[in-house]
């Protein structure tokens, strides 16, 4: 069974950096894609970011490239988002995923973790 859990949410000032995690189970099949969607009050949960299993092919949404960065570690079984440079806008509920496709489309993912709150205060 796919099982995934976020840390490293929480507080921070604009222009300010934190840096989620994703512990993916032992049974997640290391093939498949992992990322990050968010999810704002009021709004539809959107894509932020993607990696392959090889980590040689990744995705950003526009309006965090340049100030994001995904990575996963292979051998903990955990993926990364390095979020720098954050904005109010950023806050959100950041929900970690992983399917055998790129899946940038919410309805498209199989499995999802639980989601960690970040608050981005201006």
């Known amino acids: 069974q796919v099982q995934l859990v976020e840390s490293g949410g929480g507080l921070v000032q604009a222009g300010g950096s934190l840096r989620l995690s994703c512990l993916a189970s032992?049974?997640?099949?290391?093939?498949?894609?992992m990322g990050w969607f968010r999810q704002a009050p009021g709004k539809e949960r959107e894509f932020v970011a993607v990696i392959s299993w090889s980590g040689d092919t990744t995705s950003y949404t526009e309006s965090v490239k340049g100030r994001f960065t995904i990575s996963r570690d292979n051998a903990k079984n955990v993926v990364y988002l390095q979020m720098n440079s954050l904005k109010p806008e950023d806050t959100a509920v950041y929900y970690c995923y992983a399917d055998p496709t790129i899946a940038t489309m919410s309805y498209r993912v199989n499995f999802w973790g639980q989601g960690t709150q970040v608050t981005v205060s201006s």
């Open positions: 032992r049974r997640t099949p290391r093939t498949y894609y």
